[in-house]
């Protein structure tokens, strides 16, 4: 699913694509789709797409790296569910805001660190983040109203008096949010920030001497980053599951968001959301396909570890062979199939 | 003014209105001496005794350096001999044991690199430091950030100082790229360009911001002759048409002695010699420092 362009002046086959797409996303979906299409898999998709999207203005765009994207899930999920419990008279997209605001607070105190330590040594630094907020979660019942285990039941929304309930509603609620902040992120990475971002990440000394402000950059992405997760998580609590529980935050989904960006593509939108709709149905299509071949041989438990040696060799792979991701491949494809007269050399974001 | 005053006082036989006459030497076509002095009153650059040693070894040692306005200096010397220590030192990336550095008006014992570009100071670096997934134009335009004033959420909403401030960058930025030759590859990706143009892309993120001193690290290594011959010329014209100093560390001898108004050379962190091009090639203890022993080689380094 791609999102516009950085270089998003002129109309282009890109823009008509997007168009189409939108259309089909809005018009054709919401009515056609199944329930288990909308609930299990489009409305996790639109979530996890927007964590990717979070994580990559960090670690694609800025090359700061972070294991912590699951705790700024959990802080916008839990933060969301206090604003709409505590202070019931603001409206929700209030406290989305507000929760998206909070987990961008506490992305610019893991984001301190980045300061003064650079790729693995950040990663095991934000590595704080994950625990403690996992921690403080389940150690203090605040958070979750006194839930023994930390379990949070998110109400139905409300968002200008119409219940946002059912499958079709959860998944429109979730596309206009994911539409919104993905377009105004790609506007963040087109400007004069978003220049910054790769300044630092593709050469910091030279930053720091033609004058970007170091500090201010690298935090500008940890808060915007996380901000965009905390939404996320949000969209996860509130229209995905409605009931979650901190140990549903752990890091394997850290792991999980950053695989989807490895494989979909470090420092692109479009492969955020490629990488995100792969680890979505992957796994679905390889039961299939396994119970297909396999029989009852096929388990759940087998599922899951065939799962793991795939994605794993699958990110190997890539690394090696394209560390540009999945949606590099399928531009290079797209090109000798359409033999679009395209820069050979530009890089598509 | 006094300044000024006085160092003309020294080539001019001036008594009590000398405040008066200065005015007017600066207006005196080819009158060399006396502007020369004016413009050496306030040097662009300058160091005082400066000394830099990495645990036991000394990359520089008492190193004192002038730089006129619009003068274009070479620093030459063998490998390891402290050349890119002095940028690094001038630019902030160093920590001097000892000594200061002067920009313009400004002391410092340590120059704050985060402030450089605010004092007109642009650099370059001898492998270079491009960003490789910007395109060209973008490199280009990043070496206006200091001045960039717009938050980043007037950037993504747009308002029109935010707007204005892009289009006035970008426009200065394409001049720079069309003033070098690169329009053509201003929509490519920096890092999937030749090595040549890349250095130019360089000398082009350097000079969008029209810096007062610009330091080049070594700037035509690794290139063709003609490449050389090229930029050599790109060079010359930046400082014609702006008026920048230039700081370069250069290794052919040939390049340099045809480019540059001045060369101070380096050895073992030592400066050896200091002077027109001329007075370079004729220094026993540079050609001593470049071929070892041998006396009357002159010719391979004159060539």
Redesign the interface.
């Known amino acids: 699913m791609p999102a516009p362009s950085i270089r998003a002046s002129r109309l282009t086959s890109n823009h008509i694509g997007i168009a189409l797409l939108l259309g089909v996303a809005y018009g054709i979906v919401p009515f056609t789709g199944s329930e288990y299409l909308l609930d299990a898999i489009l409305t996790p998709f639109l979530a996890l797409a927007l964590a990717a999207v979070g994580l990559n203005v960090l670690t694609g765009y800025a090359g700061q790296v972070s294991l912590g994207s699951a705790a700024f899930l959990a802080v916008g999920a839990y933060a969301a569910y206090n604003f709409n419990l505590r202070i019931p008279e603001l409206p929700f997209l209030v406290s989305l805001l507000l929760a998206g605001l909070v987990a961008a607070l506490v992305g610019l105190v893991f984001g301190l660190p980045s300061l003064r330590l650079r790729g693995f040594y950040l990663a095991v630094s934000t590595l704080a983040a994950q625990f403690f907020v996992q921690w403080a979660l389940t150690k203090f019942g605040w958070f979750s109203n006194d839930n023994p285990s930390g379990v949070i039941d998110a109400p139905t929304l409300n968002i200008a008096g119409i219940p946002v309930s059912g499958a079709e509603r959860r998944y429109v609620f979730s596309l206009t949010i994911v539409l919104i902040a993905t377009f105004?992120t790609v506007?963040?990475l087109a400007?004069?920030?978003g220049?910054?971002f790769?300044?630092v990440?593709?050469?910091e000394?030279?930053?720091?001497?033609?004058?970007?402000?170091?500090l201010r950059t690298k935090l500008?992405a940890f808060g915007?980053s996380s901000f965009l997760i905390g939404i996320a998580g949000v969209l996860w609590a509130f229209a995905y599951l409605r009931t979650v529980e901190p140990a549903g935050f752990n890091l394997d989904r850290s792991f999980q968001i950053l695989f989807i960006i490895i494989i979909g593509g470090l420092?692109s939108i479009r492969g955020s959301f490629l990488g995100a709709a792969f680890i979505v149905v992957f796994p679905l299509l390889l039961s299939r396909v396994g119970a297909a071949l396999l029989g009852n041989v096929f388990d759940s438990g087998v599922l899951e570890m065939s799962q793991r040696i795939v994605i794993g060799g699958l990110i190997i792979g890539l690394l090696i062979a394209e560390p540009r991701g999945l949606i590099a491949l399928l531009d290079r494809f797209s090109i000798r199939v359409f033999r679009k007269p395209r820069?050979a050399?530009?890089?598509p974001n | 003014m006094s300044a000024v005053a006085t160092a003309n006082a020294k080539t001019l036989p001036l008594t009590g209105e000398g405040v008066e006459e200065a005015r007017v030497v600066p207006a005196v076509a080819g009158w060399r001496p006396a502007s020369a002095a004016l413009r050496a009153a306030v040097p662009v650059l300058a160091l005082e005794d400066i000394s830099v040693s990495f645990g036991g070894v000394v990359a520089l040692r008492d190193v004192d350096l002038r730089v006129a306005e619009g003068e274009i200096r070479a620093v030459i010397g063998p490998n390891g001999a402290g050349k890119s220590s002095l940028l690094n030192v001038v630019s902030g990336l160093y920590r001097p044991d000892r000594g200061r550095v002067q920009l313009g008006d400004r002391h410092f014992s340590h120059v704050p690199t985060s402030r450089l570009a605010g004092f007109g100071v642009a650099r370059t670096f001898q492998n270079l430091a491009l960003f490789k997934g910007l395109s060209v134009l973008d490199n280009v335009m990043m070496g206006l950030v200091h001045r960039r004033r717009a938050g980043f959420l007037q950037q993504i909403a747009g308002t029109p100082w935010a707007r204005r401030e892009e289009a006035a960058n970008r426009a200065a930025a394409e001049e720079i790229v069309g003033f070098l030759h690169l329009t053509e590859a201003s929509e490519r990706i920096a890092g999937t360009l030749p090595y040549g143009l890349q250095k130019r892309v360089e000398l082009a993120r350097a000079l969008v911001a029209r810096p007062k001193l610009l330091l080049l690290d070594e700037p035509l290594a690794g290139m063709t002759l003609t490449e050389k011959q090229e930029l050599s010329r790109h060079i010359r014209n930046a400082r014609d048409s702006y008026g920048t100093t230039i700081v370069l560390i250069e290794h052919d001898i040939g390049v340099v002695m045809d480019l540059s108004d001045s060369i101070t050379v380096l050895d073992h962190g030592c400066k050896i010699a200091d002077g027109t091009p001329d007075q370079v090639r004729a220094n026993q203890a540079v050609i001593d420092a470049y071929l070892g022993v041998a006396h009357g080689d002159e010719t391979e380094l004159a060539s």
């Open positions: 105004l506007r963040l400007s004069q920030s220049r910054n790769i300044a990440r593709d050469h000394i030279a930053a720091k001497v033609i004058g970007v402000p170091l500008l915007i420092a820069h050399n530009q890089q």
